[in-house]
């Protein structure tokens, strides 16, 4: 309507273009911006970005990107000032829908309901996140800058990883970063203050009671706290995966840039932990550093061993309270498929969800024969094709949606017999 | 019990049945001396947690223990006021028209709080107490956080009764099992010690302490086999705490001497996995108790 409204639309437009192309914007950040153009002469374009700069960007390497996204936003002209804000082509990114269905989910109040799982339970301390979702799952804008049209884009995303030219894989690349990496919550043992919680909170009620001469006119409440589940992702990088590892490398380093508690393995013939070597890098160091460490890449592969690796000496640190474990491995295995089905076996009763993703699933001919997936597949929980964006994009709504339901295990008897059998 | 060096805090630790390594005790005695908290961590059943009842032994003070667990807040840690207590209080304050300002005093004061192990640490009279803190990996990162400020003054504020400051800041151990990293920050303020698995000799010190009545023939069975079975590949090593509840189980058995047969009767003893037992039943067992039997063995500590 007015002027400053305007500009306050065009801002949080701006936010989040700049947050697709990955610089790290808050709501803050963006109110910070609105305010200061009103004290800045907006006619003058290289104060305006300064302004922008000076707002937005927190460390060196958004600088480019920031610079990128504000040419191709603000146009030469200064349009934000009577722009009507109808933004041309809703043809957004196709993989935007899940975030607006959970959105809708999420608004739907304070309720705690144990079925729902609470992920999309808010507290008043969670606000500024929740104003950025609900800012995700508007009605979507069209971003005229990115790089990819609808078709191309659409063609991208049923395109098999391993049949990706290199400038494909650049685009796919900037696609998982784009990609929003949320996980299903677990609930915690903690609890917070909240109008309609289950608990009442007899401190609380206390000292609010002296306002009131000692009688306690107003009960207050608790909630269970909620928190982000664990992931692990073992990913395998010997030489059968060759076409898929470099992809799903990347794939790994997005899912730690995306999420609070990841901790990411490698295996070929052994075991390597890559959580630090990703961590806080940019993506091209963090490739570097991972091929100078892991040695046994593109040879040849020991899943059983590696799993009884992490079994004996990473489950206990880094499998705590329901964590959600990503095996990517096409099965294929040299070693014991025995060992590798005890050991499978473990791992499904440490974790809380035990997903494998196979890139070879993705082929409607490909059925899980070798011997390796036979042994695993008993042990899986959920058996995903991580071939292409789309299967990406399945996973990531897949994760967001685990929920406080068990998924339903048969005991499986260990297969081997005692020596000596108790007679009864 | 004066320890005034390394080498007294060894004796002393003797003198409890503990023994220590040259490393634990100079942490110990560092930990005194500076004075600082002391992070030790270590395999499950090491004897972390008994570092701290020894030292409160031997220094003769109170042992103060906080368990930690997930969701651990300052109302289990620190305070918590009696609310029913109080509730009745104002109740009957209600016949007896008392004004609020001298109701107020009187149900927020110390008679109505109830002292949890932090609180007890702070205010603990007459001598430093120790303080442990136990399995500190279990609690989660907000503890951990809360904790950072206790360690650095050890001082508690009550919003209704003001700020307690420790008069003998408590000697402070903390154990970990490492199931998680801790925060960076946390272990900056303390010592660390990693307590390892003891070589043959002194676990087999500690067993002819620790477990009465065991023949010296079968105590160096005993410390021989673990020692070889720690060598396997098992998704959890026995502890020391293991081989001291399995040589106890043997002597309950009256056995004076370990054969294969009474061995695989009492693995559950040292092995808590089920894998692990098939394991070693299955293939290893004769192998491990013939080497335990053999003499040429216990000659053989320095492979540890």
Redesign the interface.
């Known amino acids: 309507m007015s002027r400053s409204n305007e500009i306050v639309n065009r801002a949080v437009r701006f936010g989040r273009t700049l947050r697709r192309a990955g610089v790290n914007v808050t709501s803050g950040q963006v109110m910070d911006f609105v305010q200061s153009v009103e004290h800045i002469d907006i006619g003058n374009r290289d104060i305006f970005r300064e302004a922008g700069r000076a707002c937005f960007v927190t460390t060196r390497d958004e600088l480019p990107v920031f610079d990128r996204v504000f040419e191709s936003f603000w146009r030469a002209k200064p349009e934000y000032a009577n722009d009507q804000f109808t933004d041309p082509g809703d043809d957004m990114q196709p993989g935007m829908d899940g975030e607006a269905d959970l959105d809708s989910e999420g608004e739907e109040g304070d309720e705690i309901s144990p079925e729902q799982g609470t992920q999309q339970t808010k507290t008043r301390t969670e606000l500024v996140e929740s104003q950025e979702l609900e800012a995700e799952g508007e009605e979507e804008e069209g971003d005229a800058d990115d790089v990819l049209s609808f078709s191309a884009a659409e063609v991208l995303r049923e395109k098999d990883f391993a049949d990706l030219s290199e400038e494909e894989m650049q685009q796919t690349r900037r696609f998982m970063e784009k990609l929003e990496w949320r996980i299903g919550r677990r609930r ?4 917070v203050s909240a109008r309609k919680g289950r608990f009442w909170d ?2 609380k009620t ?2 609010k ?2 306002q009131t ?4 006119m107003q009960i207050s409440r608790r909630k269970t706290k909620t928190k982000p589940r664990q992931l692990v992702v073992i990913c395998d990088v010997s030489g059968s995966m060759d076409r898929y590892s470099r992809i799903l490398l990347q794939f790994v380093y997005a899912i730690e840039q995306g999420m609070a508690n990841v901790e990411s393995f490698v295996f070929g013939t052994r075991l390597t932990r890559v959580t630090r070597l990703l961590r806080n890098r940019s993506i091209d160091s963090a490739m570097e550093r991972v091929a100078e460490q892991v040695h046994d890449w593109s040879g040849g592969t020991r899943i059983g061993q590696s799993l ?1 690796k992490f ?2 000496t990473w489950a ?3 499998l ?2 329901g964590a959600v474990v990503l095996v990517i491995s096409d099965g294929w295995d040299r070693g014991d498929p025995e060992l590798l089905g ?1 050991e499978m076996s ?1 791992l499904q009763r440490s974790s809380y969800r035990m997903i494998w993703l196979n890139p070879l699933l993705g082929s409607p001919r490909y059925e899980p024969l070798t011997r390796g997936m036979q042994a695993a597949i008993p042990y899986i929980d959920d058996f995903m094709p991580v071939h292409n964006l789309a299967s990406l994009e399945a996973l990531a709504e897949h994760l967001g949606n685990i929920d406080d339901h068990r998924p339903v295990r048969r005991q499986q008897p ?1 297969e ?1 017999t ?3 059998p108790r007679v009864a | 019990m004066q320890l005034n060096t390394v080498e007294q805090v060894q004796e002393a630790m003797q003198e409890e049945k503990y023994v220590s390594e040259r490393s634990l005790a100079t942490a110990i005695y560092l930990a005194l001396q500076l004075p600082k908290p002391l992070l030790l961590e270590g395999e499950a059943g090491v004897g972390k947690t008994e570092v701290a009842k020894v030292l409160a032994s031997t220094l003769g003070t109170d042992l103060i223990r906080l368990q930690c ?3 651990l ?1 300052v ?1 289990h840690a620190v305070y ?2 009696n ?1 029913p207590r ?2 009745l209080a ?1 109740r009957l ?2 016949d007896r028209d008392v004004n ?1 300002r001298q ?2 005093e009187q ?1 927020f004061s110390s008679d109505y709080l109830i002292e949890r192990p932090l609180l007890q640490a702070v205010q603990h009279k007459g001598k430093a107490p120790v303080l442990l803190i136990d399995e500190i990996d279990r609690a ?1 990162e ?1 503890f951990e956080a809360f904790l950072l400020e206790l360690l650095s003054d050890f001082q508690v504020t009550i ?1 209704e009764l003001g700020t307690i400051k420790a008069e003998y800041p408590p000697i402070v151990i903390i154990t970990s ?5 801790l925060h960076d920050a946390l272990k900056r303020r303390c010592l660390y010690h990693w307590i390892d698995y003891p070589n043959i000799q002194k676990e087999l010190q500690i067993i002819t302490q620790k477990v009465e009545g065991i023949s010296e023939r079968l105590a160096l069975q005993v410390a021989t086999f673990i020692h070889e079975l720690r060598r396997e ?3 959890k090593l026995p502890g020391v705490a293991e081989t001291l509840d399995w040589a106890s189980a043997l002597l309950a058995l009256n056995h004076q001497e370990l054969n294969e047969e009474i061995a ?1 009767a009492t693995l559950g003893a040292i092995l808590k996995h ?2 692990d037992v ?1 394991e070693i ?2 293939k290893r067992l004769g192998e491990l108790v013939g080497a335990a039997a053999s003499p040429s063995a216990t000659g053989t500590p320095s492979e540890s």
């Open positions: 915690s043992r903690r609890r007899p401190r206390m000292r009671s002296l001469g000692g009688i306690p009884q079994n004996t206990r640190r880094v705590r309270n005890q473990r260990l081997f005692e020596p000596k | 667990y997930e969701g807040d109302s918590e006021w609310y109080q509730m104002i304050m209600e609020d109701a107020m149900i989660d907000e919003p099992n490492r199931t998680r990293e590949d098992l998704y695989g089920q894998e098939h039943r299955s």
